[in-house]
Structures are given as C-alpha cells and as structure tokens.
C-alpha cells in the first residue's frame, strides 16, 4: 500500500504556504499536509492522490497554543497531545483535554493536529465535535484574504467543510468553560482508541437548582457533528433528574435518523444516543453542581477515560 | 524526483536522497539499513512500525521520509547499550516471555520506552491505556503488561 | 513404526531439562530488532513485485491489455496467467470420492474472488510497481456471484469450479452406533444451532516471499514464511518443472502463521518462475489488505445438531448436520477440516451413538484453510447443547456434564468415530476448575447484579483438543499423507551440539524447547545446543508445524535422536573406561561414575574421539557423533482443559466485557511451563476474538467490506482479560515423556466460554445466542427482539 507520486513543498511561513496553495489550487490537486495521520493512511490506499502535498511543519506562527480567561486558542499545527498535556487548558477546559484523550492512541495524537481534525472533518471524530458543542470560531485563510467561520455552518456534509481550495484553517478558538459550568464528554467505540461509533458532549449550568442553559451534541450520527438545540433546550428551567436525562435521550435519538453501516444500525445508533446522553447529562451536572479543582496535567498513559 | 534530507537516526547524523513519497518505514529499513522497525498495516492502526520522533512515539508508516529532515528518528536499534546488554525493558519482557514471534515486539519497545519517560511509575490501567495501540496477535498482552510494569519498578529506567 | 518411550535411560537419571521455564535463546536478536523475517531479505539487482487483483467477486476475464503499464518506466515485465501456464503446472487438490479441484498459477479465464489473482507487476521497487498495477487494463464480464454456503446445491448459474456443476462439493454422512434406535429410545430431542463467522489469522507479519535462481547451479531458493517448508518445497518443484533436489525453502523468522503459512500459495509459485525466467531475484510482501481480503480465510462454518436424551440428562446420541464455507480455491481438501469438527463434536462426553453429515460448499470467497483450532466451533456447539440440555430438562448444567464427562477411570475410551482417549482428566479437569470457582457464590451475585439492571453472565467450557496427528490419521481421514516428523542431531568434535528438525517456527520458543529436550536426552547444557530451523537443505524432511504437533512430533523425535546419541556416547565411555554401562551417567556435558560421581570424561573427549580418533571406538561402533531420527507418533493425542469466563453485557449497548477468566489444562508433560502459558494466553486471544470481534463481512455483491485493521478488529491490549491458569499434568503413555502437545484447545475453549457466558447473561431474556461474534450489534439485536421494540433497520 505506497501512495502515488506527488510534489512535496515545505514552506517556511503562512504566506509561503498561501501562495504555493493559491498557484497549485488553480489546475493540480494540492493538499495540506498537516500530522498526516488521516491523510496519509488514505494516500497509502491510495484513495486520495494529491499531485501536491504543502508540509506545514516549519511554520512557527501555526504551532502556537494560548490560553487565557476566555479562550483556548490553538495554532492549526498545534498537536493533539500538546493540547491535551497542557494544565492552562485542562484549567480553562478540561472538556476539551477529556475529549482529546479519546482520539485513537497517544503515538497519533503526538503528530495529529487540531486544525487537521477540523479540516478533515470525520463525522466521527471528537474535535469537531467540540468545535460545534462549543461554537468555537475557526480562523481561515487564503491567498488574497483570511476569514472566521463558526463552527455551526463550517462543517458541511460528509468530508466536506467550507474551506476552498485554496484555504487553510490557520486558527481555532474554543470558549473556556465558565467556573460553574458543568461538562460531560463520553463516546462507544468497539475497542479504546477506535472510531467512535457514537460520541456525545454537553455542557450545563444551573441556577437555583434548575437548568439555566444546556447544550447537547453528537458525533457518529451524521455526515457532520449534530448540536441538538431544541431536544436542550428541554431542560431549562427543569430540575436535573434521570427522567429528564432519560426523555432528553429518547428525543434525541428520534430528532434525526442515524447512519446507519456496517459498524451500526440506525437503531445500535439510537440506543447509544439515548444512553450516552444520560451519562453526559448525569457527567454534566455532577460538575456543574461540584465544580473541581485545577486538574493536573495529564500524561501519557493517564488515567484511562472508562468506555461505557 | 528526490530531495536531499538530513537528520540524525539514533544518534548520528544521516544525509540521503528520498523521493517525497517514501514512507519513513520503508526508508528506514530500506535506505538505511534498519530492519528493527517493522511494517504491519501500512494504515497506522497495528502499531508494529513505531519509533520516536524527536522523543515521541509515532507510526513510521503514517510519515513521508521528507517530514524527519532536521529531525531525530530513534528506532529499536538506538535502545543498544554501550556493552550489548539489554535495557530494563527489553530485559523484563524476556523474563516474562512478553514475546513469542517476536514482529510486534520492537514497535512496543518504541511505545513502552515513551510511556516510561513520560510516566515513570504507570499503574497496570496506564500501561493499557499506552499500549492499547499496539497490536500482538501471539502473547495475550497480559505478559507484556507484566514486563512494563516491571521495568517501571526499576529505577534504571530514565529518559 | 511404534510410538515408545525410551525404557532404560529412564528420566529420572538425567539432569532434567524439561519442566524448566527456561528464558527463550529467540529473545535475544528478537528484542534487539536483530531478527530476520523474509522482508529484511534483500539481495543485489533484486527486483519487487505487486499483484493485480479483481475488484469483482465472480468475472470471465475477456482482455488484459498491459502496454501502458510495461512501458512505465521502471517496471521489467508484466505477466498474466497465460504467461503462468507456460512455466508452471496447475495445483490440484483431491478428495476420496469427490471432484478433483484444480487450481492455476494465475487464473485465465475467470476470476472467483473479489481480490483473486489477475497479473504480476515486477519492477524496480514496490511503489513503481504499484504505480505500474493501477496502469493494467482489465475487462470483466460478469459473472453471479455465489455467497451463501446454504444455497450451493442449487447453485447452478455460473458454478465456482467449471469441473462441478453446482458449488456443493462435499455431502457425505458417518453414522456411529446404532443412532435411530438412541433417538427412538429418548425423553426428548434437543436442538441447537451454531454459526461461526468467517474469520482471517490476521499474523501481524503478513505474506511474502523473497527467490532466488541460481543459474550455475541451476538452483531455486525460495525465502518465505513457511510452516512446513519441507512439503511446499516438494511441491514448489513439480509445480515448476523442476527436480526437487533443485529447490530449497528457507523459512527464517517468521511473524506469526496460525495456520495462515501453510499452503504454497499461488503468489509464492509465480514469483518463483518470474525469479527463474527473469533471472533476478525477485522480492513480493503483501500489504496489509490483501493479507485481509486475498490470503487465506478460516472458521466459516455451522452446526445444527440435535441430542437424543433421558430424563435425567444422560445423553443416548446426537446427530449433526455440519457445513463449512471454502471460498473460492482448495488450497485443502474440502472436508478436511470439517471433519475434524465431526469426529470431535462429541467431545469429551461418552456418546456411542453418532451421525454426522458434512457439507461442503465452493463460493465466490477467499479460499479457505486452518487457522489455530480450525475447528473451534466444536467446543461452543458441544457445551452449548449441553446447557440446553439441561435448561430444557431442568436440570444442573455442571450435573449434566458431570455424568456423561469421560473421567480417568472410563479410559482408555475408544469414541464413536474410533479415537482413543487415554490419561484425559476432562471431568476431573472439571472438578478442579469448580474447586477454585464458587458457581454458587456468583449466582447469587449474579441474581443481585439482575436487580441493580447488571448483566452478569457465567460460561463454563469443557475442551477436548486433538494434537500431534500421526500418519494413522491421515491414512484413515484422508486416504493418504504423514504425520512423521524428523530429526538430525550432532555433536561436534568440540563437543558442541546441534540439533535440526523438520518443524518450522513462528513464535513457538522451538529454539528453546529444542534445546531443552536435547539437553535433557542426551546430558548436556541448554546453552551448548544450537538449533537449526527453517532451511530444508539442513534440516531433515519432516511435515512440519500444524496441528499443535510440535510437541509430540517435533519436540519429540529430538529427544529420541538425543537418547540414541546419548547411549552411544555411554556405549564409547563404556569402552574406554572399561566400565559397565549401568555404572556410568552421563549429564551437564560430563560423564561421571554412577557409583561414586567421579568424572570420567567430558562430552567433548568423546567427541573428539569418535570423528577424530575413531580406531578407539568400540568394535562395530561407526565413526561420528550424528543421528538421524524419525518419529511417527500415536495417530492422534489430545489435551483437555477447563475455561470459567465471567462476563458483563450492558443492555444499553451490548457491550460485552470479561470480567474473570479462569483456565485448568492438561497438556501432560510440559517442555516449558512459561510457553505453555504464552500459548494458552494467546490462544484465550483468539477465542476472545472469534466471540466479539472478528468477523469477515461481504457485501452482496461480493466485495469484502472488512479490507482494513478499521474494520476487521482484532483484540487489543484493553479487551482481552488477565487470565488465571492452573495445570494438571497426566502424562501420556505413549509418548516420548508423556507430552501432549497443545496451542489451540485455548482458542476452542474461550471462543465456547465467552459465548456460553454471553447466552447466560441474557438467558432470562429468552434470547438465543446462535451466531458470533457477539458484537454490540448483535447482542442489541438479540435484546431489542425481546425489548417489544422493533429493530427499524
């Protein structure tokens, strides 16, 4: 399994590598090459041949990682360990590290990056969807002109995202998780580290007891990461309890109509919806209501996140 | 059409000339000479191809040749000691016959020697956690379990 | 040729090498990434090959058209089956009384699998080949494909093999005892059904092949991963022409095998002619998804089987209607391994009334063959009746095994089918493992467990596992073949040792095991043997490893080799010293005076004496220190154990995880305990595997939609369970030291083990577990059919 022949070009920064992207987007087929880890399988089975692959490796300004009161803001070059290794975000988001920790096996995350898991957009994958729990804001540029996308409308079928061909994500901005905000992040993969065949994230906060906002998402059950806005929205002003949870997960799992492979059926695919959605609201407001403290940093080998 | 690439494999410097599409486990076997690393999958999920890049663990076959330049590549035959002796992995997973056709094995070294530096003392859970991507079809694993967890009670074990 | 033990050279007079867990000598270069698989082979001008493959399940080929890719640059031929036809035979496979089934080096006129052979690229190196493959124009008419085994008799449209003229290419019937009269006579009739997925032995080293061809010598050496590197060689050469002291196969490391590197397979023929007319050495390694779609598929098969029983759950005969899926090609006999599953389906259980029917079907699928316990669906079908057995009686599972197990005193036992089991504790194997596990205890766990809406469920599984198959066996299961294995051991002038055998290894510690015996047969130290393995111009023709006979058969006759060579070298002693032969020892190297220890000679003195110095040797004593053995050993042995399996489903999702797993075997005298237990736990691998893992999946078109390690899910690190291992050891009588050899009674035993757990857990659901593996989507479908709610797929 050896990939077909391309050109490989290695820009030293951003702009180098727009406009060997804008001039090859034109008549080849061209590529980023970022950890490669989604890419590159796919290469060696040759279901994608780009004529043209741009390594964005040695671009400096890509691989920065900042986290402040607001915002976890990540090159797209950072990788996936570095940001899930980094106590500043498991502070300001431990959603984030949790999920992270769930992406296939350390050695890829040590080479698979945020922006290329944005990018390649596996209906699957857990970055994406963060990115839509979280509304996060995805910074793109291209030759000419850079532009923000939200989450929401970036991500658009199977594979697919808004990003032209001539564009490259160069930025992703999550929110930090307020102090009282409760979170919960559990997927069902066949064995640790595999595609999850379902994924769900939420995050709550309460007030007075009762709910004040909540938002609920899915990955695995669509062509693209699903935010279930109106199933939530039940649950504000309600009182948490497991009959909630439990009609919060029934109307999710008949809000849409899951894929349905191999892997899964519509309704394997319902089941896990309903009862990873009890799990991450029971998660979700556990932490809500006991907010812990600054988690420390996590490690290789750490803490094993328990499959349900 | 080859670039020139230049990078250090476990320890010394390395000049060669690659076609961009060469994966590094084939140059790494093929153009230098270090059939260690083993290729199993060629799709980054059997784990048999792991080295260190730059100190971090990574599937040899989900890397072009082209992505190590200015780089360091450690693979199986850089854990060699000064006197030939093996390391306090590769000797606990010969004390608790952590091996048996031996293929898998120097992809888990990679992998373990990873964990190790990054985490000393790993519980039997973290070790699974780790190695969960590395696929033995022979042993059961729960001999190699034994055998890193052994090590890890060394105190030679250092980055 | 008989099966005895050595008598006078007792074992109590030797330092005893066996029964040590000695650390493996292969663990040296292995660790240190110094092995040599056939991939690290290279050699000057060597080119690499790549296969073009069907991407349809069933197609007349109408036009090959390579022009395209012969002129990239690069590429040094491309050849198809035509071209294959011109220097190599076709293989055929026959069976008593059924159609001969040929099979060409390269199909020519259609293919019969989504992945079957179409051309050979040969190039300058595999990414140019691969370039060179896509390149390869090929136009199909389609043929129907034929996947359901169910269906083949009446598969006439288009048949696999043009010689038959449907796919149903074995339907025979053994009846045992009188079976009518047991089912006339009985309380009632139970019945059961099991299928078993199709599967793949997934080595993590998969296939390839580097040759060879000498023209001085005129000599073909082909390097490959081989299990039973002697009988491909002889085969090698009639398929190309040559004699067969013109062809060598050198099986260095090898990755793993499980059955897998048995056949000499087509790929390996036509590298080796393409070597030969091109006069290159050529190299091919198959990637990973031909290893997955195109090598060699096992385990597809079903048992429906119906038990005659009484009242109080003695059971009076059992009748079976067996069918196996063999794809598209015989690289076996098609009722080979089938019928190992009908001989041994009775298990350990006395049953002198038994029909069997075995059903063999061709379809549009890789072709099939033996992967470690190649009949492990026995196991689950044999425990799985028992229990409902005794669910449809009312009656104690574990009571209903306890009164038809065979215990130690019913044997030797001769089973319907005419084998013999003698020194099997499979009852009193039972007894230990319920010894060490409170059933009682955990059905009340389990009962609390219920109520907190936990699934926990108990499987018990009692194995029987055939080993060694002895040429006996094969005469009377296929008309024809040996079970004899060979050995050569020397000892050099210096007095070093070597010892040769005709098995080749793929992680079995046989450099070590070998050792071992020898050490211990002839009186010398492990380390001062060498074993030479792999290469059939140095080791003696001998069938190979297979059928866990590595023990009996390879292990075996060098301990016997050893033996021989051990008393002449006391008969030399003797001799020289002018003692009697009964008061000298000869052990750790040194012969020493059984009266009073005082050495007398080193290993090496005699050594040296008999090449060098031979008119010192005794009259009639021939010079050298060699011995040539060979072995035919019982036509079959067995081992049996025990496997308790603990398992949790969670109904939400079906996820099934093991919770406890426990093993009592008895494998008789172990060479090495710590590779027995390396054995068992892979073997518990496997079977974890079969139960909730693996399974390959066509689409109904034909195409094998599980072609990637994403799809075709092996056990990893996280799912196979921490096992406890006990051992009983009744040695066999008629072996050399009473081994029994073992390796795949633990794939039979936890493949029926987890199953069985998986059916308790969800038994008070009424559902029943017929099918692997028990994958999360299965077990939900078994669930939602009891749920009241309707699976919408």
Not at chain 1, 164 to 193: H, K
Not at chain 2, 130 to 143: F, I
Not at chain 3, 244 to 263: H, L, M, T, W, Y
Not at chain 3, 382 to 408: H, Q
């Given at each position: ?308 | ?159 | ?205 998969p296939r390839g092949v580097v040759a060879h061809w000498d023209e001085g010598r005129r000599a073909l050496t082909l390097y490959a991963g081989q299990q039973t590197a002697h009988v491909a060689r002889t085969r090698l050469a009639a398929r190309l022409g040559l004699r067969e002291n013109q ?547």
């Amino acid at each position: 399994m050896k990939p077909a022949k391309f050109e490989y070009h290695v820009p030293s920064t951003l702009d180098q590598a727009l406009e060997v992207l804008g001039s090859l987007a034109e008549d080849g087929d061209a590529k980023i090459l970022a950890g490669g880890q989604s890419l590159i399988p796919l290469m060696n089975m040759r279901l994608s041949r780009p004529e043209h692959l741009i390594d964005l490796r040695n671009i400096l300004e890509l691989q920065r990682l900042s986290v402040d009161e607001t915002s976890v803001v990540a090159g797209s070059m950072v990788t996936q360990r570095e940001v899930e290794q980094s106590a500043a975000v498991a502070a300001g988001n431990p959603l984030l590290t949790s999920a992270i920790g769930n992406i296939a096996h350390f050695q890829i995350r040590e080479r698979g990056t945020i922006g290329g898991s944005i990018a390649h957009a596996d209906p699957s994958a857990e970055l994406p969807l963060l990115a839509v729990l979280l509304d996060a804001t995805i910074d793109i540029r291209g030759r000419v002109q850079g532009r923000t996308v939200q989450a929401g409308d970036f991500f658009v079928s199977f594979l697919t995202t808004l990003l032209e061909e001539d564009e490259v994500v160069t930025q992703v901005r999550f929110s930090t998780l307020a102090p009282d905000e409760g979170w919960g992040f559990r997927e069902f993969a066949r064995r640790r580290g595999d595609f999850a065949l379902v994924a769900a994230a939420a995050t709550v906060r309460l007030a007075s007891g009762n709910y004040e906002s909540a938002r609920l998402a899915f990955s695995g059950v669509a062509d693209v990461p699903t935010l279930l806005h109106e199933v939530s929205q039940l649950m504000v002003g309600e009182q948490p309890s497991r009959a909630l949870w439990g009609e919060v997960g029934r109307r999710a799992a008949l809000a849409i109509e899951p894929t349905s492979d191999a892997h899964a059926s519509t309704e394997d695919r319902r089941d896990l919806m309903r009862y990873l959605t009890l799990q991450v609201l029971e998660d979700s407001t556990a932490r809500a209501l006991h907010p812990a403290p600054l988690s420390g940093r996590s490690r290789v080998g750490s803490d094993p996140l328990q499959l349900p | 059409m080859t670039m020139e690439i230049s990078f250090t494999l476990n320890g010394e410097t390395m000049t060669r000339r690659v076609e961009p599409r060469r994966l590094l486990s084939d140059f790494l076997r093929e153009d230098c000479g270090h059939t260690g690393t083993h290729v199993g999958c060629e799709h980054g999920v059997c784990g048999a191809c792991t080295v260190l890049i730059d100190g971090k663990a990574a599937r040899s076959c989900l890397c072009f040749a082209v992505q190590v330049d200015n780089r360091s590549v450690t693979t199986v035959e850089g854990l060699r000691t000064e006197d030939d002796t093996l390391d306090p992995l590769q000797t606990e997973m010969h004390r608790h016959h952590a091996l048996q056709c031996g293929f898998c094995t120097p992809g888990f070294l990679m992998s373990a020697h990873a964990l190790l530096a990054e985490n000393p003392c790993p519980t039997r859970a973290q070790i699974v956690e780790a190695l969960a991507g590395n696929l033995c079809r022979c042993t059961g694993y729960t001999s190699i379990v034994d055998a890193v967890e052994a090590a890890s009670k060394r105190s030679e074990v250092a980055q | 040729m008989t099966s005895a033990t050595p008598q006078s050279v007792a074992a109590a007079a030797f330092d005893d090498a066996i029964g040590t867990s000695t650390p493996r000598k292969e663990d040296a270069r292995l660790l240190r990434g110094q092995g040599c698989f056939v991939d690290d082979i290279e050699f000057r001008g060597m080119l690499h090959a790549a296969f073009v493959r069907s991407p349809v399940a069933h197609a007349r080929i109408s036009a090959i058209e390579t022009a395209e890719a012969e002129a990239l640059p690069g590429v040094v031929a491309v050849v198809t089956g035509e071209d294959l036809a011109r220097l190599t035979t076709p293989g055929t496979i026959t069976q008593e009384n059924a159609t001969s089934l040929r099979m060409e080096t390269i199909p020519v006129a259609k293919v019969r699998f989504a992945g079957d052979l179409v051309a050979c690229v040969i190039a300058t190196d595999r990414y140019i080949a691969e370039d060179a493959a896509e390149l390869v124009d090929v136009e199909f008419e389609p043929l129907t494909p034929h996947l359901d085994m169910f269906s083949a008799q009446a598969a006439t449209e288009d048949p696999v093999d043009p010689d038959l003229p449907h796919n149903l290419h074995t339907h025979e019937t053994k009846v045992y005892g009188d079976v009518a009269g047991a089912f006339a006579q009985a309380d009632r009739v139970v019945e059961a059904q099991f299928r078993s997925p199709r599967l793949t032995h997934v080595p993590i080293e998969p296939r390839g092949v580097v040759a060879h061809w000498d023209e001085g010598r005129r000599a073909l050496t082909l390097y490959a991963g081989q299990q039973t590197a002697h009988v491909a060689r002889t085969r090698l050469a009639a398929r190309l022409g040559l004699r067969e002291n013109q062809v060598r196969i050198v099986s260095p490391d090898v990755g793993g095998a499980f059955g897998q590197k048995i056949p000499l397979y087509r790929e390996d023929i036509t590298i080796a002619a393409m070597a030969m007319h091109l006069r290159r050495p050529i190299k091919w390694i198959e990637d990973r998804m031909e290893n997955l779609t195109a090598s060699n598929h096992a385990r597809d098969d079903a048992v429906y089987i119906q038990a005659a029983v009484r009242a109080d759950g003695i059971i009076l005969g059992i009748k079976a209607a067996l069918w196996a899926d063999f794809g598209a090609y015989a690289y076996f006999p098609p009722s080979y391994i089938i019928d190992v599953v009908g001989w041994l389906l009775p298990g350990g259980y006395r049953v002198a009334n038994y029909e069997y029917t075995i059903n063999v079907a061709l379809t549009n699928k890789c072709p099939a063959g033996t992967m470690r316990a190649p009949m492990a669906i026995v196991t689950w079908a044999t425990e799985g009746l028992v229990e409902k057995i005794a669910a449809e009686l009312g009656l104690d599972p574990v009571e209903v095994r306890r009164s038809n197990l065979i215990g130690l005193e019913d044997q030797p036992y001769v089973s319907a089918p005419g084998y013999t089991y003698e020194a099997l504790t499979l009852r009193e194997g039972l007894e230990e493992a319920l010894s060490r596990f409170d059933v009682k205890a955990f059905r009340e766990t389990q009962a609390q467990a219920r109520q907190d809406g936990r699934l926990l469920g108990l499987g018990i599984a009692t194995v029987l596992e055939p080993t060694t198959y002895g040429s006996e066996w094969y005469k009377k299961a296929l008309g024809v073949g040996s079970g004899h294995e060979a050995a050569r051991v020397r000892i050099d002038p210096s007095g070093s040792v070597s010892v040769s055998v005709g098995i080749n290894p793929s992680g079995q510690g046989y450099e070590t095991t070998l050792s071992q015996v020898v050490a211990a047969g002839l009186g010398t130290d492990i380390e001062n043997v060498a074993v030479l393995l792999g290469d059939t111009d140095v080791a003696p023709y001998g069938m190979g490893s297979r059928g866990s006979r590595g023990a009996v058969a390879g292990n075996g006759v060098a301990y016997l080799a050893a033996v021989d060579l051990h008393d002449k070298v006391l008969r030399i002693a003797a001799h020289l010293s002018g003692e009697p032969l009964s008061a000298l020892r000869l052990a750790g190297g040194q012969v020493t005076s059984a009266v009073d220890g005082d050495p007398l000679f080193s290993l090496a003195e005699i050594a040296w004496i008999a090449h060098m110095d031979p008119s010192r040797l005794p009259a009639g004593e021939p010079p050298g220190l060699e011995v040539h053995k060979t072995y035919d050993p019982p036509p079959m042995t067995f081992s049996n154990g025990t496997h308790i399996c603990v398992v949790e489903v969670v109904p939400q999702t079906g996820r099934t995880t093991i919770a406890q797993y426990m093993v009592v075997e008895d494998a008789g005298t172990l060479i090495n305990p710590m590779i027995v237990d390396g054995q068992i736990r892979g073997g518990i691998a496997m079977g974890v595997g079969h139960a909730l893992f693996e399974e390959v999946l066509y689409d109904e078109d034909g195409n094998n939609i599980t072609a990637t390690f994403m799809d075709y899910l092996i056990p990893t690190m996280d799912v196979v369970p921490d096992a406890e291992i006990h051992h009983l050891h009744t040695p066999n009588p008629h072996t050399p030291r009473g081994m029994k050899g073992m390796s795949e009674g633990p794939v039979q035993g936890s493949v029926a083990a987890i199953a069985l757990a998986v059916q308790d857990a969800i038994r008070h659901t009424g559902a029943e577990v017929n099918e692997l593996p028990l994958s999360p989507r299965r077990v939900r479908h078994l669930l939602r059919s009891t749920e009241g709610q309707n699976d919408a797929d």
